[in-house]
């Protein structure tokens, strides 16, 4: 098992920045990938960025490139999501994930965290 927990969402302007942190705890060694998603009310969820453990590839939703960026801290655990520029469209709760692939896959989520955007 894996648990998450994710820190830093708040209230900003729009032009501000928030950076998030997602904390990851128990059988950290098997993930392989970790990403921030988000949900609007009455939208999917939808994927904003991941990264890989091994090696630090990134992908973004077009949406967020160029405002925002994924990084990671391996020794810590911990996975990071700077947001610049936000919008108030960026609005949402941000959701930190923890992914398995192979043979024996899985899916963690934390509790999410609410990002609020004014106008």
């Known amino acids: 098992q894996v648990q998450l927990v994710e820190s830093g969402g708040g209230l900003v302007q729009a032009g501000g920045s928030l950076k998030l942190s997602c904390a990851a705890s128990g059988s950290t060694l098997s993930i392989n990938v970790m990403g921030w998603y988000r949900q609007a009310p009455g939208n999917q969820r939808e994927l904003v960025a991941a990264?890989?453990?091994?090696?630090?590839?990134?992908t973004y939703a077009d949406s967020v490139k160029g405002r925002f960026t994924i990084s990671r801290d391996n020794a810590k655990n911990t996975v990071y999501l700077q947001m610049n520029s936000l919008k108030p469209e960026d609005t949402a709760v941000y959701y930190c994930?923890?992914?398995?692939?192979?043979?024996?896959?899985?899916?963690?989520w934390g509790q999410g965290t609410q990002v609020t955007v004014s106008s």
């Open positions: 990264i890989t453990t091994s090696g630090g590839s990134t």
């Open positions: 994930n923890a992914r398995r692939v192979g043979p024996f896959p899985g899916d963690y």
